[in-house]
């Protein structure tokens, strides 16, 4: 297993949790997996103005390769693909200090895909990745150090039962081939009978409670949480300091 600054700051973090000034970066570069072709954005001409053409894979991946040989981030997400043709099939990670993740699932709140309306009803659990497919290669390759696995809870019983459920299956999995992850929940996609004053506070009960009956060698080995405000955040953050709080980048994370 590659020590990465992702464990280091990890450690450090737990080992002081008011004290420590450790501060985490995740690259997300597993956009392919909720928006399809159109997740790399469009392709802009020397003035910037934009071509009418769209990003392709190969322009893509070298973005991520120059973001690597910066070296500055701690953590770079990946679809399965993707993790595979740079980590094993090209060894881009060999020797780094920069740790290695994959989008674990895909629940149909993040299937963004063009002239689709998925995300307007109650996410529902999905899982395309196999973690047999991001574990190390046969001859050494480097994996995925890590694994990110996402849920929705929206207040509707039958869709967040279904997905407490899928979360059960993967940690079984996980557990069986030693296998760490990190967890992300979203503020509901469609939420049932909340108020927006009410909102952070049920996501709150419902990660403390989801995680409740889940010994710490099997528990996420972080937090990643849209940022719902301070009082929110210090009640979640203050409830367990073994658990380390991150907060979601990006426009959908970081605007309270």
Known sequence: ???????????????????????????????????GLAHAGPVHDAEGR??????????????????????????????????HRLAVQERLFEGSAMGTAIRANDTTDVWAVRHTAYRNTPALPFRTAELRHALPGRNGERGADIGLYAVTFNNDVEADRQALQAFKEFRRECE????????EVFNPNAPKDLSPEAMPFFVNDCIIRCLAAVPDHVRPKFLKVVYNGPKAMEELAGYDPGLVVGVLGGSSGTNS
Do not use: H, W
């Open 176 to 183: 069986d081939l030693g296998f760490s992850y990190f967890l």
């Open 1 to 35: 297993m590659t020590a990465t600054r992702l464990d280091q700051k990890l450690a450090n973090i737990k080992a002081d949790p008011s004290g420590a000034k450790d501060f985490i970066i995740c690259d997300a570069k597993d956009s392919d997996m909720g928006f």
């Open 50 to 83: 934009p071509t009418g053409r769209l990003k392709g894979r190969i322009e893509f991946l070298e973005q991520i390769r120059e973001i690597v040989k910066q070296d500055i981030v701690d953590l770079m997400l990946l679809s399965v693909s993707n993790l």
